[in-house]
């Protein structure tokens, strides 16, 4: 962790309020989980407190489970997110082919009310932070390189949830992309068997970041649904095709034989 997040405990420097101060950048979202701590001596000085304050707070979190420390290894940020959905469920989901479409209406909803708050309340970083993502989409679109564009697409819907500034929804959204980065819910490879969907989506991304960048909740959210609403239709069609192309090498090998 390179830049100094952490603020000077300004009244009575104790464990309590050291503990507070870390727990809401998690809140926030802008400590993440598998985040390093800065080494106690730097965190100590950064914060204005003694390290045995210091220690009592790292240890209240680590008995929470926010943080955990690896001997000889530092101090990191919980999975927190990962919580929500317990391996049981997690399981059941990944079993049940409905349950991708359950999950994609979810996020239909969620990231429509993501994008119009981000448009009502992005900050001027935050629309920096927005400027970025799509240049570097736009890089790894002209690339064409999948994997890149696979990763930044989730750190894009991240990032309009911390845009929101509503931790619940920031914290419910993470918890869907963990399961879709997990590869839990589908492979997002197989939308991109239909034709032009490449295409599709980056501009379908850009154009979220633009209403949000320029103020226009109403925009937003509608670009954010007829997103969710093209990657709906699109899975669905691909997984037909899919069906189709199975059923088709059966009755090829069957005449075969």
């Known amino acids: 962790m390179t830049k100094n997040i952490f603020s ?4 009575h420097k104790t464990a309590d309020q050291a503990a507070e101060h870390i727990e809401e950048l998690i809140l926030e979202g802008i400590l993440r989980f598998g985040d390093k701590l800065p080494a106690e001596r730097d965190l100590a000085e950064q914060l204005d407190i ?11 979190l680590e008995a929470r489970e926010l943080l955990y420390t690896k001997p000889g290894g530092g101090t990191y940020v919980a999975d927190t997110t990962g919580q929500v959905f317990s391996e049981p469920v997690i399981e059941l989901i990944g079993r049940h082919p409905k349950a991708t479409n359950d999950y994609l209406e979810y996020r239909k909803s ?7 708050l981000a448009a ?18 736009r890089a790894a679109h002209q690339d064409e390189n999948a994997e890149q564009e696979a990763n930044l697409d989730i750190e894009l819907h991240n990032a309009i949830g ?4 509503n931790v619940i ?16 819910i589908f492979n997002r490879e197989i939308v991109h068997k239909i034709k032009g969907a490449r295409e599709k989506l980056f501009n379908q991304h850009i154009a979220i970041i633009d209403a949000i960048n320029t103020n226009d909740p109403v925009l937003a959210r509608a670009a ?27 009755r090829l090998k069957q005449r075969s034989n």
């Open 120 to 137: 009502k309340r992005a900050t001027p970083s935050d629309k920096k932070l927005l400027a970025g993502l799509a240049d570097a989409m």
């Open 50 to 60: 003694s390290r045995p304050v210091l220690r009592h707070a790292i240890k209240d």
């Open 162 to 165: 911390e845009c929101a500034h």
């Open 224 to 250: 954010a649904e007829t997103h969710l609403d093209f990657i709906i239709t699109s899975f669905n069609e691909a997984n037909q095709l899919s069906e189709r192309e199975y059923i088709s090498e059966l």
């Open 169 to 184: 929804l920031l914290h419910s959204l993470r918890s869907c992309y963990r399961l879709l980065s997990g590869g839990v």
């Open 110 to 116: 969620m990231e429509g009310m993501s994008a119009e």
């Open 8 to 11: 000077q405990i300004s009244q």
